[in-house]
């Protein structure tokens, strides 16, 4: 198993080296780049996202409000450069690193990123790997929670709707199934907001933030209540439409394995349907099920938060990662891709460990790569 792993590990290398290249390149051809947002601004013409620029920019804002270098006739590859000094287009690409050669650049970031420094933001005055710190914990507390309870939800469902099959439990419970998988968590969300937290009915629960504002002053047990106060209805609501899949990936597991011929020798030795479904079914049938909770968690963590950290004002990396690619914040891009790309690799090979430690007659040794 050892080997395994060390070749999983030696595997990461070039599949994050492949998908960083892939992004690089269409990022590279992606219209809106930073250098025309800055040209934009400097017109009068910004968004609200990039009306905050500072640091870099800032500096060449201010230049080119001072020389005010507006120039007949010029052209410029990029759009909305046309009538500026050459000069201005020059120094903000320079601030941005663009004057240099596209290889040079993308080595130049696959350096930094081996040591684990990603740089800072294009429009924000701060540190990339600090933003991604600042959103951690949003994102982690979604991802966690939510997987946590759809496995304490799904894993006794599927259990009872397989021992019960096509009984009335079973079909109803399917028809609860379906629906809730029919129908998007975001908008569950807004039935939430609108029975619970002030919509229209009931305001029991907090619709902003991850905390209250005077979270530091509480103590250890408030601030616990505190936390879960604010948790509850975006977990809920990701929970609701996010236990369908696993509920019936368990149930039809535990149908497959309830059919083989080691239950019903099983059963023929005398021992009773809780002995047979708990000492012998359980652990085969939760091995996928089981081994699956890395990808479960990834899923969740980074594709399935992004409307809900939106709808209840939550600044995750989801929100995070979705705003700096609008505004073309190359930096807080990469740097996410590649923190997420890697978790993503790093828990999928424990998921092959936990797939050898549930089962150890899986091996994976023998496995060729």
Known sequence: MLAYIFRRLLLIIPTLLGIMVINFVVIQFAPGGPVEQVLAELRGNASDATSAFSGQGGD???????????QAGSTSKYRGAQGLDPAIIEEIERQFGFDKPLHERFFTMLRDYARFDFGSSYFRDETVINLVLDKMPVSISLGLWTTLFVYLISIPLGIRKAVRDGSTFDVWSSGVIVIGYAIP????AILLIILFAGGRYLDI??????TSPDWDQLGWAARIGDYFWHITLPVTSMVISGFA??????KNSFLDQIGMQYVQTARAKGLNERQVLYGHVFRNAMLIVIAGFPSAFISILFTGSILIEVIFSLDGLGLLGWEATINRDYPVVFATLYFFTLLGLILQLVGDIMYHLIDPRIDFESRNF
């Open 185 to 188: 968590s975001f908008l569950f």
């Open 245 to 250: 899949s696993l509920t019936m990936l368990t």
């Open 60 to 70: 060449v804002q201010d230049n080119a409000q001072a020389g005010g270098a507006l």
């Open 205 to 210: 629960f907090p619709l902003r933030g991850l």
